[in-house]
C-alpha cells in the first residue's frame, strides 16, 4: 500500500499553473521535523518534501496556503523523470496529495473569519482516478481516516 501522511510547514508559496488540458496543479515544499532525545542530547531532523495537488485541492491551495501555513496532508509517493532544458534527465520524488487539512498556528486572537486555520478538510471530491490517473499501474489512495495531534507522534 502506498500511503503517506505528513504534518509540517509550507515552505514557499505554492506554485500554480493550469495544464493544457485546463487542470488546475499546483506544487509546494512541505518542512516536517523529527524531534528525539533529551536534554542537551534533543535533536531535531528535518526533511522537506515536495507535494503536488490537483483541480480543486490545488485551486483552494493556491487561494488559502502560503509560506508558513501548518498542514496536514494525506496521499501517495510518486516518482517521475523528464528532461530538464539542458537534455539531462532528472527524478522527482513527490506526494500526490489525496486530502489535506489546515492545522492551526496562530495565537487565538489571530484566527481568520474563514476558519481556514481551524483544521477545515479538503479532498478531492471524486470517488474515482480522474483527478490525476495512476502512473504504472499504481492504485488510487485511500483519503486519510484520522487525523494524529503532533503532540501523540512518537517523536
Given at each position: 500500500?502506498?500511503?503517506v501522511h505528513l504534518i509540517g510547514y509550507v515552505g514557499e508559496k505554492p506554485k500554480f499553473a493550469t495544464t493544457q488540458n485546463g487542470k488546475s496543479v499546483v506544487n509546494f515544499s512541505l518542512a516536517t521535523t523529527e524531534r528525539y532525545?533529551?536534554?542537551e542530547n534533543r535533536k531535531e531532523d528535518t526533511q522537506w518534501h515536495r507535494v503536488v495537488a490537483w483541480n480543486k485541492q490545488a485551486d483552494v491551495i493556491d487561494q488559502y496556503v502560503d509560506k508558513g501555513s501548518r498542514l496536514y496532508v494525506g496521499g501517495k509517493i510518486?516518482?517521475?523523470?523528464y528532461e530538464d532544458r539542458d537534455g539531462r534527465t532528472q527524478h522527482i520524488t513527490e506526494v500526490v496529495l489525496s486530502g489535506f487539512e489546515f492545522l492551526n498556528n496562530k495565537k487565538p486572537d489571530q484566527q481568520s473569519d474563514r476558519g481556514q486555520s481551524q483544521g477545515d478538510t479538503f479532498d478531492s471530491g471524486v470517488d474515482d482516478d480522474?483527478?490525476?490517473?495512476?502512473?504504472d499501474g499504481a492504485s488510487s489512495v485511500p483519503e486519510p481516516d484520522?487525523?494524529?495531534p503532533e503532540d501523540d507522534l512518537p517523536f
Open positions: 500500500m502506498n500511503v532525545g533529551s536534554g510518486t516518482h517521475r523523470k480522474s483527478q490525476h490517473p495512476p502512473r484520522a487525523f494524529v
